[in-house]
């Protein structure tokens, strides 16, 4: 399949095997934050967990494997085909029970308030109109649902920068571009513009691999 940017969205530059062996190699710190917070904002015991751009399904599958959400079912939603054959196939050999779907972003193929977590790593910048991505987020939440989005800002410190693009060469993996990334203000503005101001707390860290991007958390209305 063609890299580059599709009518939908922007195809990693590489295709699903080499960004498997990047993400399993690479992301674990990043995938550890990112699921510690999954954890810890989770509104229910039980329900439905989705994965916005869920790439080969390794987010997924490391979540699988936390007792905490041992009774959520697990969807990942990913544009790309090659991206949803790879994680079907993983959940299938480790035996986890969770499902990759195809899906855009800005359309979700889901019911209203249908979902009681939808979450998205490293996805917002790679959407045409990241708006209504926003408020397709916020469309299939439940009341009382949490929607948590974690991306890399444009203006990361260049020394973190530098240690990332040193790990992915290691895996062979190409550097990572900024131009189309966001700041925390662009975000913020985003936001606004989707009418989610009031619902949702925007956070970027200073300091550590926080600082690589930031944080939105999403509260649907009651």
Not at 25 to 52: H, N, Q
Not at 155 to 181: I, S
């Amino acid at each position: 399949m063609a890299q580059g940017w599709t009518e939908k969205g922007l195809r990693n530059r590489q295709d699903a095997t080499d960004y498997d062996r990047f993400s399993e190699a690479v992301l674990g710190p990043w995938d550890e934050l990112f699921l510690d917070r999954c954890a810890a904002l989770r509104p229910s015991e039980a329900g439905t967990f989705v994965d916005v751009g869920a790439g080969t399904g390794v987010v997924l599958y490391r979540l699988s494997q936390r007792p905490v959400f041992a009774d959520w079912t697990l969807i990942g939603l990913e544009l790309f085909d090659d991206m949803v054959e790879a994680g079907n196939a993983r959940f299938a050999a480790q035996g986890v029970a969770a499902e990759m779907r195809q899906g855009d972003a800005q359309a979700l193929p889901l019911e209203d308030a249908s979902v009681d977590m939808v979450v998205s790593r490293a996805t917002i910048h790679h959407l045409p109109d990241k708006v209504a991505a926003l408020r397709e987020m916020d469309r299939v939440l439940r009341p009382g649902g949490i929607g948590l989005i974690h991306d890399a800002r444009r203006d990361m410190p260049a020394e973190l920068m530098q240690r990332f693009n040193a790990m992915r060469a290691k895996v062979g993996y190409l550097p990572t571009t900024l131009d189309e990334k966001l700041t925390p203000a662009e975000m913020q503005t985003l936001l606004e513009e989707a009418g989610l101001s009031d619902r949702t707390v925007l956070h970027s860290g200073n300091e550590g691999i926080a600082a690589l991007g930031f944080e939105v958390v999403m509260r649907a209305a009651s």
